[in-house]
């Protein structure tokens, strides 16, 4: 009984050693994965799909330029976005149709309408190596504040007689209050002061503003910071006198809410306080006089 148990449990390891060995050996082809049979065949439910290479867009058209006109949009002022393409395919592109989706971060224009027409501007067809350009009147919320905003643009296209394909960017545009500061009242006076008012009469704040004043070789700064708008400010500084009259300059400088610099100037002139008008010695009018009244009575020389 031993040996008839050791020569089944033998006969069945070898048979099992056997069939391990002589199952088909599989390679790795390109596009599948291992465990597939060496004459490349795969079985349908083995099939591997390569999944498309993320966050790469057609190249066939592209955005070459973004302008706004104006250059700095104003809070509820209309502006026009224009955007100019280019068809760097080796085919001619059709259906050209490009759209804002919304603010970068948002599913919707918060803030800026369409004038005129939707979010959607159709092109239609650009030639091999054409270029075009794509405008958009839009228009901001009076209540938007000053700064940067970036749109999400949409810009779909086909070659002829293949699918539609789409490409998604990002451009931005700059949205700022005009500054307008102003000299309310302004006055030189002879004794050598300067003295005035002036005005922030714009919808944004200002920084950095400063006074300087400036009048032969006299020189006068003032810092007054920051100017919240309808503030007002004032100045009154001591040049000094001056023998002659003078020219001077008032200059007030400041940084927008965008940190452009701009400034105000007021030219003026300060009277003189020692003008000296020519005259004739006392004693020379004297001796003329009395030359005068000897002459006339006979008196001698």
């Known amino acids: 009984m031993k040996k008839t148990f ?6 069945l390891g070898l048979a099992l050693s056997i069939g391990i060995n002589t199952i088909p050996a599989f390679a790795e082809t390109q596009g599948g994965i291992p465990g597939t049979p060496s004459d490349g065949a795969i079985p349908n439910s083995m099939q591997q799909v390569q999944a498309p290479r993320q966050g790469i867009q057609s190249k066939k058209l592209i955005i070459s330029e973004v302008t706004t006109d ?3 949009i ?3 002022k209309e502006f026009t976005l224009n955007f100019k393409i280019q068809n760097k395919s080796s085919n001619k592109l059709e259906n050209i149709a490009l759209s804002i989706l919304g603010i970068e971060g948002k599913n919707v224009l918060e803030g800026f309408s369409p004038v005129g ?5 159709y092109y239609g067809g650009l030639n091999k190596g054409g270029t075009g350009e794509i405008s958009l009147k839009l228009i901001g919320s009076p209540s938007i504040k000053s700064g940067i905003y970036n749109f999400n643009i949409n810009c779909s296209f086909n070659e002829s007689g293949s699918s539609p394909v789409e490409i998604n960017k990002v451009c931005g545009i700059i949205v700022k209050n005009t500054s307008n ?4 009242e302004f006055k030189p006076l002879e004794n050598g002061n300067v003295t005035g008012s002036f005005l922030n009469a714009g919808k944004g704040s200002l920084n950095n503003v400063m006074v300087n004043i400036t009048a032969g070789d006299k020189n006068i700064s003032k810092y007054i910071g920051a100017m919240e708008a309808e503030v ?4 009154d500084e001591a040049l000094g006198s001056f023998e002659s009259d003078t020219s001077g300059n008032v200059v007030i400088s400041f940084n927008d809410e965008m940190g452009i610099e701009n400034k105000i100037e007021k030219p ?3 009277k003189g306080t020692n003008v000296v008008t020519a005259s004739k010695p006392a004693s020379e ?3 003329s006089f009395k030359s005068v009244f000897k002459k006339l009575f006979g008196l001698g020389s």
Not at 6 to 11: E, G, M, P, R, Y
Not at 117 to 121: P, R, V
Request: hydrophobic share 45%.
């Open 6 to 11: 050791i020569k089944i449990t033998l006969a």
């Open 70 to 72: 104006p250059a700095f």
């Open 74 to 76: 104003e809070p509820g």
């Open 117 to 121: 027409t939707t979010n959607e501007i």
């Open 181 to 184: 500061m102003m000299i309310t």
């Open 232 to 235: 007002e400010e004032s100045f």
């Open 268 to 270: 003026f002139t300060i």
């Open 285 to 287: 009018k004297k001796w």
